[in-house]
């Protein structure tokens, strides 16, 4: 199986940073993509930044300028760095990875447990 582990949620004021971590375990042969997905309260879970094998990098209108998503393929950890942050960026933060596996055929999405970012004065 695979777990993915989130840290580095928190309480923080507007035009604050907060630098989140997800690290993936167990039996990964491949991880082709890794990203962060958020969900407000009354919301629909949302795509905010996406890392892909190789570089390419996508993130969400509203966090352009502001976030900043890395990765270190060789510890399957993925970052995101989030500054300027603003009381519509409160929601719980899910990190997501599309990983194969040396026990099951193909590639499958996994996700963590989620970890809650909270901004406000």
């Known amino acids: 199986q695979v777990q993915l582990v989130e840290s580095g949620g928190g309480l923080v004021l507007p035009g604050g940073s907060l630098r989140l971590s997800c690290t993936a375990s167990g039996s990964i042969s491949l991880i082709y993509h890794m990203g962060w997905y958020r969900q407000a309260p009354g919301k629909q879970r949302e795509l905010v930044a996406m890392?892909?094998?190789?570089?390419?990098?996508n993130y969400a209108d509203s966090v352009k300028g502001r976030f900043t998503i890395s990765r270190d393929s060789a510890k399957n950890t993925v970052y995101l760095q989030m500054n300027s942050l603003r009381p519509e960026d409160t929601a719980v933060y899910y990190c997501n990875a599309h990983i194969t596996t040396v026990t099951r055929f193909g590639a499958h999405d996994y996700w963590g447990q989620g970890t809650q970012v909270t901004v406000s004065s």
């Open positions: 890392i892909v094998s190789g570089g390419p990098i």
